[in-house]
């Protein structure tokens, strides 16, 4: 992600994100945002909402991953807050298996952790013949699995959170494919919007629903290609609880402010409604150096 601007903001800013300490969350907040004091939530609301409210500067919410894909319940809050997109970052997935102090893979009978991280885990479990325990959160299992003092059971979390619970990591890099790696956006009350700048590469992320029309979708996507502008994601979402109109999430390659986007966004204003700018922003280095972390 670009650097965030901070000489603006208090002398020990707060960054929220969802989850316990030793989250992989938590390692993106401490990575992407070393200024920024990390705070848990219990849940992504709660951290948009910190923000929303004032207590918080920023959110670090997860959007996508490599392996599992999207993180559904964003794309159904999002369009519930007022918050901005300033900023992406990627942070590569290290999956660790870990247990009790003095506990061994013969002693595990059931791991705990997210859906996301069990998913991204799933050969690996099988290979294993393991049972599976939902949880809110990588780290979260962790720290339960601490508290009850249960050998046989095991969570998918973190080496941080492994250090943080002091615990015993039984085996790293459990997951499924290497190059597992999340996507993170960052929200803030504030738009950010970068001056744009001839030459350089933004993202613009925005939100609309499509009219009830033949080929909307279709129309509504056609001024982007002929203002040619690369679109690199398209995500659809129900959130009016209804069947007869779509909502849409899309980032692509451009700068709410350079003229093809501006042409692109007034013909889009035929085919669709509830236009919203989340941000625009420079891309993450992942990005840059082709989907690696170093």
Same mark, same amino acid.
């Given at each position: 992600?670009?650097?965030?601007?901070?000489?603006?903001?208090?002398?020990?800013?707060?960054?929220?994100?969802?989850?316990?300490?030793?989250?992989?969350?938590?390692?993106?907040?401490?990575?992407?945002?070393?200024?920024?004091?990390?705070?848990?939530?219990?849940?992504?609301?709660?951290?948009m909402q910190m923000v929303e409210k004032g207590a918080a500067e920023l959110a670090m919410i997860p959007i996508e991953n490599s392996t599992a894909g999207r993180v559904e319940e964003i794309y159904r809050q999002l369009p519930k807050t007022h918050l901005s997109i300033i900023g992406e970052h990627f942070e590569s997935i290290n999956h660790c298996l870990i247990g009790l102090k003095?506990?061994?893979?013969?002693?595990?009978?059931?791991?705990?952790?997210?859906?996301?991280?069990?998913?991204?885990?799933?050969?690996?479990?099988?290979?294993?013949?393991?049972?599976?325990?939902?949880?809110?959160?990588?780290?979260?299992?962790?720290?339960?699995? %601490?508290?009850?003092?249960?050998?046989?059971?095991?969570?998918?979390?973190?080496?941080?959170?492994?250090?943080?619970?002091?615990?015993?990591?039984?085996?790293?890099?459990?997951?499924?494919?290497?190059?597992?790696?999340?996507?993170?956006?960052?929200?803030?009350?504030?738009?950010?919007?970068?001056?744009?700048?001839?030459?350089?590469?933004?993202?613009?992320?925005?939100?609309?629903?499509?009219?009830?029309?033949?080929?909307?979708?279709?129309?509504?996507?056609?001024?982007?290609?002929?203002?040619?502008?690369? %679109?690199?994601?398209?995500?659809?979402?129900?959130?009016?609880?209804?069947?007869?109109?779509?909502?849409?999430?899309?980032?692509?390659?451009?700068?709410?402010?350079?003229?093809? %986007?501006?042409?692109?966004?007034?013909?889009?204003?035929?085919?669709?409604?509830?236009?919203?700018?989340?941000?625009?922003?420079?891309?993450?280095?992942?990005?840059?150096?082709?989907?690696?972390?170093?």
């Amino acid at each position: 992600m670009s650097e965030i601007n901070t000489s603006d903001a208090s002398p020990e800013p707060i960054i929220a994100f969802q989850g316990h300490l030793g989250a992989y969350s938590h390692l993106a907040c401490r990575t992407a945002t070393p200024a920024f004091t990390p705070v848990p939530c219990g849940t992504f609301t709660e951290a948009m909402q910190m923000v929303e409210k004032g207590a918080a500067e920023l959110a670090m919410i997860p959007i996508e991953n490599s392996t599992a894909g999207r993180v559904e319940e964003i794309y159904r809050q999002l369009p519930k807050t007022h918050l901005s997109i300033i900023g992406e970052h990627f942070e590569s997935i290290n999956h660790c298996l870990i247990g009790l102090k003095g506990s061994t893979l013969t002693d595990i009978q059931t791991v705990c952790s997210h859906p996301q991280a069990l998913a991204q885990c799933d050969n690996n479990i099988m290979r294993l013949g393991l049972a599976t325990d939902v949880k809110s959160d990588t780290a979260g299992a962790a720290r339960e699995i %601490m508290q009850l003092q249960d050998k046989s059971r095991a969570a998918i979390a973190s080496s941080l959170a492994a250090e943080l619970y002091e615990m015993e990591i039984l085996q790293e890099n459990f997951q499924d494919f290497d190059g597992n790696t999340t996507r993170f956006i960052i929200l803030s009350r504030q738009a950010e919007v970068p001056a744009y700048e001839v030459g350089k590469r933004y993202l613009t992320s925005l939100m609309f629903r499509v009219r009830n029309m033949p080929a909307a979708l279709y129309k509504a996507m056609g001024g982007f290609a002929t203002n040619g502008i690369n %679109m690199i994601k398209l995500e659809s979402y129900m959130n009016t609880g209804s069947f007869q109109a779509t909502s849409f999430y899309v980032d692509v390659e451009a700068h709410q402010d350079e003229q093809g %986007m501006i042409n692109a966004l007034e013909e889009l204003a035929f085919f669709a409604q509830d236009i919203r700018i989340l941000g625009t922003y420079q891309p993450h280095q992942w990005r840059k150096k082709g989907g690696t972390l170093s």
